[in-house]
T-cell receptor, first 113, second 112 residues
């Protein structure tokens, strides 16, 4: 069964540095999402992406965040100047049609020092 | 935005016992998914169930969309069922692109 693939599985970065989290959604999917989960808390929506543009974003998704789908297969989340509170598990998800379930990757655990 | 409440927050069982987890939501949805988060943090999709009833082995789920709740049943629990169970809901249509809103989760511990 096709899977959503995320890399790296764990990223450790110094505060203030830029990080790029990478995702390869399922190949024929059209809707893409990023979520984050701070340790011990619930999963929170960050941003959705459809038709090569951001379709919806949460209050968390401020100017330090950006997303790209640079080549039709990868879907990236960039955090420009990381803060301690950005430490979390970041999940990528995708789906083919609006009335179908979202498929989640295994997540990238981001640790900011 | 939509509110999602899960109950109970914690559940401790002996192996072999049955359990019911509940998810209440505050608005109309056309997407509801149940996930199991394992100790490695992976979100395992259990059910996509915006309405009706589904069964998969020892697990089954029912969503009554008109009354805004869903139930997850675990029968004959095993130690490997331990973890956090999340309900997530969303609406796709119009200007909404189906983002999921997660509940706080139910932490299930199954003792041998």
């Amino acid at each position: 069964e096709p899977e959503v693939t995320q890399t790296p599985s764990h990223q450790v970065t110094q505060m203030g540095q830029e990080v790029i989290l990478r995702c390869v959604p399922i190949s024929n999917h059209l809707y893409f999402y990023w979520y984050r989960q701070i340790l011990g808390q619930k999963v929170e929506f960050l941003v959705s992406f459809y038709n090569n543009e951001i379709s919806e974003k949460s209050e968390i998704f401020d100017d330090q965040f950006s997303v790209e789908r640079p080549d039709g297969s990868n879907f990236t989340l960039k955090i420009r100047s990381t803060k301690l509170e950005d430490s979390a598990m970041y999940f990528c998800a995708s789906k083919r049609y609006s009335n179908q379930p979202q498929h989640f990757g295994d997540g990238t655990r981001l640790s900011i020092l | 935005g939509i509110q999602v409440e899960q109950s109970p927050p914690d559940l401790i069982l002996q192996e072999g016992a049955n359990s019911t987890l509940r998810c209440n939501f505050s608005d109309s949805v056309n997407n509801l998914q149940w996930f199991h988060q394992n100790p490695w943090g992976q979100l395992i999709n259990l059910f996509y169930i915006p309405s009706g009833t589904k069964q998969n082995g020892r697990l089954s789920a029912t969503t009554v969309a008109t009354e805004r709740y869903s139930l997850l049943y675990i029968s004959s629990s095993q130690t490997t069922d331990s973890g956090v169970y999340f309900c997530a809901v969303g609406y796709a249509g119009g200007t909404s692109y189906g983002k999921l809103t997660f509940g706080q989760g139910t932490i299930l511990t199954v003792h041998p």
